[in-house]
């Protein structure tokens, strides 16, 4: 089992509609997850942090978290063209042996159709 | 203000070479971490340093090797290049330990092995 696992997609959306991006993890004690955009070409870009059960919004995204379900996704409100990208899951390393490290998933590619 | 710089953007090298990465953090970053990101493999993590020292290290040969300098600046070098050392190598900076507040992450330096 991967530590963190997203569907690689590419998930397609026409344009002003929700994307929704969903990510679990398998270390039970993570405690910090965040998600990142990443452009082709380009490096990742952190767009949402989330560290408590619930939904945290910030403008057209909301990540929720539950963590007894292991489970943490990105909505993407309103979606634009420029929205399309790759979208990274990533979880903190509390184990000993994961220590100070983020643990990221394959990453969902995004495509928003006009 | 600044973000992450990483020097230089792209390189070229001959396998058997050596060659070495930099990356200056935000600052007021006291960590940086590296990651390699391959179409395959994904982002996979390198290291961590905190404060000029190794806090952990991914499950990478002993030819990959870093160091924090007191600035919080830090370096990554590759010895004895091989073909499959060809990536994006990522470096990211955050507040504290990368695993639990958020981490930025630089443009990244291409690297291709011939």
């Known amino acids: 089992q991967k530590e963190v696992e997203q569907n690689s997609g590419p998930l397609s959306v026409p344009e002003g509609a929700i994307a929704s991006l969903n990510c679990t993890y398998s270390?039970?004690?993570?405690?910090?997850f965040f998600w990142y955009r990443q452009y082709s070409g380009k490096s990742p870009e952190l767009i949402m942090s989330?560290?408590?059960?619930g939904d945290k919004e910030d403008g057209r995204f909301t990540a929720q978290l539950n963590k007894a379900s292991q489970y943490v996704s990105l909505l993407i409100r309103d979606s634009q063209p420029s929205d399309s990208a790759t979208y990274l899951c990533a979880v903190n390393g509390r184990k000993s042996s994961n220590t100070g490290k983020l643990i990221f998933g394959q990453g969902t590619t995004l495509q928003v159709k006009p | 203000k600044a973000g992450v710089t990483q020097t230089p953007r792209y390189l070229i090298k001959t396998r058997g070479q050596q060659v070495t990465l930099s990356c200056s953090p935000i600052s007021g970053h006291r960590s940086v971490s590296w990651y390699q990101q391959t179409p395959g493999q994904g982002l996979q993590f390198l290291f961590e340093?905190?404060?000029?020292?190794?806090?952990n290290k991914g499950n990478f040969p002993g030819r990959f090797s870093g160091r924090q300098f007191s600035n919080s600046r830090s370096e990554m070098n590759v010895s004895t290049l091989e073909l499959g050392d060809s990536a994006l190598y990522l470096c990211?900076?955050?507040?504290?330990?990368?695993?639990?507040?958020?981490?930025?992450f630089g443009q990244g330096t291409r690297l291709t092995v011939v």
């Open positions: 989330i560290y408590s059960n």
């Open positions: 990211a900076s955050s507040l504290e330990s990368s695993g639990d507040t958020e981490a930025f």
């Open positions: 270390d039970r004690v993570s405690q910090s």
């Open positions: 340093y905190f404060s000029e020292t190794q806090r």
